[in-house]
């Protein structure tokens, strides 16, 4: 098994919405914000190469929304999918599985395309099954008035209308079946309902894809938790149970939206979980 870092793109939201009731004077020190009080973001997903599965973890934006739904995010740099799959040696008609951590624009965008003559929309991996799960897809789909600016029409029922799309149970079996893949997953529910959260073991190391529990390695103290959360206060008792078992079991978090950082461990302090160390993913697993 091989895993390789795929940057889709980078964005920037609005940092006080990224902290929610953290003040600016302290999120400010790590995630600097510039003069629109925006900050950088990242789209990083994660392509796992197993036996004669190709599995690509979220998909970022993609390119299919209006100019002016891009100017609301402020993208910069040259990153993007199709370029960073090229560079480790594959094309998106390669991917066999994509799994959806969940199905907010930034996560699964990427996931669905124009067609040829831009009538309509259809998946961008073509020979590719896409995982969510039933509760989840019930959920963006039907979707409550907070959260409904991020599951848009387009990036979902075209999953389900091309028949591509499954559903991962909460044993896991129905994904991993195809091939023996040492993979789990992790539910919680603060952020949106039924976010995913794969385990990937991995050179003697667990590889956790931290998704939107874990942003920024700014938002490691335990109070910090966004604005855009529909249950902050689960989100603080998911996430005090996470930072304590990753500590305890020495996990490597794989970080999807730090536009600075790939990978952190974490630590134990007198003031609670706190950052240890910050990683180039090429530095710990190539």
């Not at 799994?99 to 003559?117: A, E, I, P, R, Y």
């Not at 039933?134 to 029409?153: C, G, I, M, Q, V």
């Not at 389900?160 to 129905?174: A, C, H, I, M, Y």
């Not at 667990?206 to 939107?212: K, N, R, S």
Request: aromatic share 12%; charged share 25%; proline share 3%.
């Amino acid at each position: 098994m091989k895993l390789y870092p795929i940057e889709t793109g980078n964005f920037k939201l609005d940092g006080g919405a990224m902290f929610g009731v953290v003040p600016k004077s302290i999120w400010n020190r790590t995630n600097p914000a510039d003069a629109n009080n925006m900050i950088d973001l990242a789209a990083r997903c994660l392509l796992i190469e197993n036996g004669d599965r190709l599995i690509l973890i979220d998909t970022g934006m993609g390119n299919k929304q209006s100019e002016k739904f891009f100017g609301y995010y402020y993208q910069w740099g040259d990153h993007t999918l199709d370029r960073s799959l090229k560079k480790h040696g594959f094309h998106r008609d390669d991917i066999t599985d994509v799994f959806m951590t969940h199905l907010h624009f930034d996560h699964c965008g990427g996931s669905v395309q124009w067609n040829k003559d831009r009538t309509g929309y259809e998946p961008a991996f073509k020979n590719a099954t896409f995982w969510s799960n039933k509760a989840h897809w019930d959920w963006a789909t039907k979707p409550n008035f907070r959260e409904k600016a991020s599951f848009l029409t387009e990036n979902l029922l075209p999953m389900q209308e091309s028949g591509q799309l499954r559903f991962v149970s909460r044993n896991e079996t129905d994904f991993i079946e195809k091939s023996e893949l040492d993979f789990g997953i992790l539910f919680v529910d603060g952020h949106t309902e039924k976010q995913m959260l794969p385990h990937i073991s991995y050179q003697g190391k667990t590889l956790v894809f931290v998704a939107d529990l874990l942003p920024t390695v700014g938002h490691i103290p335990l109070a910090y938790v966004m604005g855009y959360d529909t249950r902050p206060l689960l989100t603080l008792s998911e996430k005090a149970r996470f930072l304590d078992t990753a500590v305890k079991n020495e996990y490597y978090l794989f970080m999807e939206h730090d536009a600075h950082n790939q990978v952190c461990t974490l630590q134990h302090t007198e003031k609670g979980v706190r950052l240890k160390e910050t990683h180039n993913f090429a530095h710990i697993f190539e």
